[in-house]
């Protein structure tokens, strides 16, 4: 074996180590955290957080994520030092150990919860079902007889089409911007 080869097994050898030293301290620090996470004081202030976006109704969507998610404003400095980014890191992995679905977004102060697949009513007014990536009625589909887009007939025939599938996602509007609104289709307007 030449020296080159030697030196490189060493630095392997030695990065191995290294990781298992890292993961055992990085351990330990989720362990220190979460113990502080679960003081009654944060579970109170968690909770609130996961109340407050599980409300909500304001969508938005997310990078690398194909659905749109609720999100709310939040006060990080509750529970962390928010510009300190180990411990964003080990709020993050709390959410994600804990299966609460929430993902924080440190930038914006906010956190998100995924909707799933929805009904998608395009700019457009074309609905389309993003599971099967269908379209399920074009907007000519619900015009009055002016030529006006019918929210009345474009909802009924939405519900009807749920109901014929067995299939109750949420309804989402998209206007020409991209920003996402959702739809009541057992609303009377």
């Known amino acids: 074996m030449n020296k080159i080869q030697e030196l490189k097994q060493k630095i392997e050898s030695v990065n191995i180590q290294n990781d298992e030293v890292i993961k055992g301290l990085m351990d330990e620090a989720f362990e220190v955290f979460s113990k502080k996470m679960s003081s009654p004081k944060n579970r109170k202030t968690i909770r609130k957080m996961i109340q407050q976006v599980e409300n909500s109704k304001d969508l938005t969507s997310v990078k690398y994520d194909e659905f749109f998610h609720q999100y709310t ?25 804990n299966d609460y679905f929430i993902y924080p977004d440190f930038k914006n102060n906010s956190l998100t919860i995924s909707i799933g697949l929805c009904i998608l009513i395009n700019d457009d007014g074309d609905i389309l079902d993003q599971d099967s990536g269908k379209l399920i009625f074009d907007s000519n589909d619900y015009l009055d007889e002016n ?20 299939y109750f996602p949420s309804v989402v509007e998209c206007d020409y911007y991209g920003n996402a609104f959702y739809v009541n289709t057992k609303s009377e307007d």
């Open 73 to 97: 404003t939040v006060d990080f400095s509750l529970l962390i030092n928010e510009t300190d980014e180990f411990e964003c890191n080990l709020l993050r992995l709390y959410f994600d150990s």
């Open 147 to 166: 030529g006006d887009i019918d929210k009345k007939k474009r909802n009924q025939l939405i519900e009807k089409y749920m109901e014929e599938n067995d």
